[in-house]
């Protein structure tokens, strides 16, 4: 998940460098929601494996 929210990123970089700014709004966009994702799964994993320990 981390990995596509990089790539939309670079895409999103890439497009406001060549001044596509509706492409790189979208990509960024896109990059920022699958980050947030990532961090909520990342956490939840992790509060699962301390509960599961105990």
Do not use: E, P, T, W
Not at 5 to 31: D, E
């Amino acid at each position: 998940m981390l990995h596509y929210a990089v790539v939309f990123f670079v895409i999103a970089l890439i497009a406001a460098l060549f001044g596509f700014s509706g492409i790189a709004a979208g990509a960024a966009g896109i990059a920022k929601i699958l980050f947030v994702v990532f961090l909520v799964m990342a956490i939840a994993s992790f509060l699962v494996n301390l509960l599961r320990g105990r």
